[in-house]
């Protein structure tokens, strides 16, 4: 085409020879110029086109760049809450929390002694949030759902070069969690009390507070917390398994002890422990000893474990037929998903009764999708005016992020099973509409929102500036202690350095956000919101249906 509009020597040769042919130059110029410019416009259509806010990518195998972009700054947060040991001043069995790959320039070494005073290293682990709690219940779900992701997606996220992110972020949890079970019947779940914790605005490579222990043992059970424990470790144990033996076939058998240990001694970890309850309160353990069978299941293949959620513990724990709302306390939405997933590619060997129960956590997932899906009967009211899943003001983007992530996973399941529908009070749905959900949830939390904010902290042209995050808030050269540094949480100024990958809690059910540092309620961000929204973002960065990648 540009050989059209730049003539060739010759060509000007014949021109300066014939001035009869000026006219047909100058119509073969206009020519040119117009085709350069249709084929401009063409390729700039198919560009914006392929991009997510017109929905899918054009091609199975296709990038959405925003998404990409995203997934990596949503991959930072582990980063920027990751518990570290410091390298040489210490003895040797100190090592592991050593501070390696760096990628947050405003953190360093941190919580070296964590855990010292019962001769356990418990150095590395996440903060759970913008505080320097590491809450073990959370932090468990969190390795949980990373697993997942990377389970399910993991070939999309080495596509666009963030497995091997994902896979340190995970071992970073799961490697603290095998240090915290120190007996088959002991684990470590907290580190730091809220109440010194928060009476205190510091950095936590400065902090010098006590931070005493907590666990769960034979008198003081915890069935939640060491289930959902049980649960990081197996499936994490499926995700290191090709690349360390050893290292999964530890966290197997972590997990199968631990859920021993939930199953026998069964109690609530906040009716055990009541001061638990102003944090992480449980509402309940069925879900989660439902949970981590699901995912020793799928780890070992040992059938007592599909009989367990099944024909076994089934209609005690199972609540079929009444959806719920995924998050870091109700697992339900996520062992019906789960299962569903064994029901549509099928079990090894199965009995009639069990697939009767696989087939009641499928119809329930069913009608939680159903739920979601904005025009089906059953639509929730649970929802802002343009659409956003909004279930509880505290931490509101936590249920639109989980529901959507279950949701993608849902209709690759549909996709790669060749199941073409599912049923909403006689109304079908296609993949394509579950994915549109998806879609529409995350581009909201993207900045396709009435405020345009990006609930997503470093990505796009606007997101908060005032994140409630001690480490955020505090300049890194601050001198400032325990209670003065509660004039950086108080400061007018926007935090110096960026939370990069938290999500914060979110907006009102008004679809206003107060960015204030102040307001827990909405400012706050948490691991597992960052782990959720990784899972999600890892299932929608391409169009290609997921593959059986581990049943
Ligand atoms: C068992 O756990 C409780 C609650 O954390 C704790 O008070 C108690 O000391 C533990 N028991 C032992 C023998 O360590
Ligand atoms: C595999 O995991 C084991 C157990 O954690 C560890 O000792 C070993 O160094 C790991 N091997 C490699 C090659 O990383
Ligand atoms: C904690 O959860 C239990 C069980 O749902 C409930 O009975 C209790 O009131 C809750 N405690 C708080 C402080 O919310
Ligand atoms: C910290 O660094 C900032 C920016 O370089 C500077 O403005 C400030 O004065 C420093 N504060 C202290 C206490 O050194
Ligand atoms: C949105 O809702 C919050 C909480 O109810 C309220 O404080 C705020 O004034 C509302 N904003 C608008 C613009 O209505």
């Known amino acids: 085409m540009e050989t059209k509009i730049e003539p060739s020597g010759g060509k ?57 972009n995203a997934l990596g700054i949503a991959m930072q947060f582990f980063d920027v809450q990751k518990c570290m040991g410091t390298p040489l001043d210490v003895v040797t069995d100190y090592l592991a929390g050593k501070l390696v790959n760096n990628r947050i320039a405003w953190r360093g070494d941190s919580g070296l002694e964590d855990g010292r005073q019962a001769g356990v290293d418990l150095s590395k682990g996440m903060y759970d949030a913008g505080d320097l709690m590491k809450f073990g219940f959370p932090m468990a779900f969190t390795a949980t759902v990373l697993s997942w992701a990377i389970l399910e997606y993991g070939d999309q996220m080495d596509a666009v070069r963030q497995l091997d992110h994902a896979h340190d972020s995970l071992k970073w949890i799961t490697d603290y969690l095998i240090n915290a079970h120190v007996s088959q019947n002991v684990l470590y779940i907290q580190v730091g009390d809220p109440k010194i914790d928060h009476d205190c605005w510091e950095r936590p490579e400065t902090t ?20 959902e424990t049980a649960a990081a470790m197996a499936s994490a144990s499926m ?30 970890y906040s009716i055990s422990i009541p001061q638990l309850q102003q944090f992480y309160n449980s509402s309940g353990y069925g879900d989660e000893l439902l949970w981590a069978a699901s995912w020793l299941y799928l780890a070992t293949e040992d059938r007592s474990y599909l009989r367990y959620v099944t024909v076994g513990n089934g209609r005690i724990f199972a609540n079929w037929g009444t959806p719920s709302w995924f998050s870091w306390d109700d697992k339900y939405p996520g062992v019906q998903v789960l299962l569903s997933r064994i029901n549509f590619f099928g079990a090894k060997e199965t009995s009639v009764s069990e697939n009767v129960g696989l087939q009641k956590y499928r119809e329930t997932a069913e009608m ?24 509880t003001e505290w931490n509101s983007l936590l249920h639109p992020v989980a529901s959507a992530f279950l949701t993608v996973l849902y209709s690759d399941y549909m996709l790669t099973s060749r199941t073409p529908v599912l049923y909403c009070s006689g109304k079908s749905y296609k993949p394509a509409d579950l994915r549109e959900f998806a879609i529409s949830q995350v581009d909201y939390v993207l900045g396709k929102n009435p405020v345009k904010l990006s609930y997503l ?5 606007r997101y908060p500036q005032y994140v409630h995050h001690r480490g ?31 999500v914060v809690g979110g907006p009102f059910l008004n679809e206003t956000y107060i960015d204030s540092r102040k307001s827990s309620t909405h400012a706050e961000p948490s691991t597992y919101n960052s782990a959720l929204l990784v899972g999600l ?15």
């Open 457 to 461: 902290v470093g990505y796009g042209i």
């Open 208 to 227: 010098t507070e006590k931070r005493p222990l907590t666990q769960v043992n034979v008198s003081f059970p915890g069935t939640e917390v060491a289930a």
């Open 239 to 268: 995700v290191f398994r090709k690349l360390n033996s050893t290292y999964s076939g530890l966290l197997l058998n972590h997990a199968q002890q631990l859920f021993a240990f939930a199953d026998t001694y069964r109690g609530s």
């Open 12 to 68: 000007e040769d014949r021109r300066s020879r014939c001035k009869g042919w000026w006219w047909w130059w100058f119509f073969v110029f206009v020519f040119g110029v117009l085709v350069v410019a249709l084929a401009v416009v063409t390729i700039l259509r198919h560009y914006f086109h392929s991009r997510p806010s017109s929905g899918v990518p054009s091609h199975p195998g296709d990038v959405a760049e925003e998404y990409v």
């Open 537 to 551: 973002l890892s299932g929608l960065v391409s169009r290609s249906s997921v593959p059986k990648s581990f049943v």
């Open 368 to 391: 939680m999708i159903c739920r979601l899906l904005p025009d089906s009967a059953t639509a929730t009211s649970s929802r802002t005016e343009s659409g956003l899943i909004w279930v």
């Open 472 to 502: 955020s808030s505090i300049p890194i050269n601050a001198t400032t202690g325990c209670q003065d540094g509660f004039k950086w949480l108080h400061s007018p100024d926007p935090n110096p350095n960026v939370a990069a990958g938290a």
